[in-house]
């Protein structure tokens, strides 16, 4: 089991910046592929990027804008979220998927945490 807790939400206006964080439960965190899921009001969970020994995906949405890396040995996965817009208001989320493969599908993920609250103001 794999418990995942989101940080470093907030409020913040438009063109700013938010690093989120989140941290994992146990020792394997090295061999899950994670990602970046969010869910704006109203909306369906959306892909946002996804980081596993064979690389990083985004969506096209931020492209340019976020940076997700992670620090196995302190068992974190990172969103740099850069240049900020309304759109981009939503509920974080992290996800952990077993084995090494990223997915955009958040079906194909078996841990999720709780969420993070990000409001852009215009």
């Known amino acids: 089991q794999v418990q995942l807790v989101e940080s470093g939400g907030g409020l913040v206006q438009t063109g700013a910046s938010l690093r989120l964080s989140c941290t994992a439960s146990?020792?394997?965190?090295?061999?899950?592929?994670m990602g970046w899921f969010r869910q704006a009001p109203g909306k369906e969970r959306e892909f946002v990027t996804t980081?596993?020994?064979?690389?990083?995906t985004y969506a096209d949405s931020v492209k340019g804008r976020f940076t997700i890396s992670r620090d196995n040995a302190k068992n974190t996965m990172y969103l740099q979220m850069n240049s900020l817009k309304p759109e981009d208001t939503a509920v974080y989320y992290c996800?952990?998927?077993?084995?090494?493969?990223?997915?955009?599908?958040?079906?194909?993920?078996?841990?999720w945490g709780q969420g993070t609250q990000v409001t852009v103001s215009s």
């Open positions: 980081i596993s020994w064979s690389g990083v």
């Open positions: 996800a952990a998927r077993r084995g090494s493969r990223s997915s955009p599908s958040q079906n194909d993920y078996d841990y």
């Open positions: 146990g020792r394997t965190f090295g061999s899950y592929a």
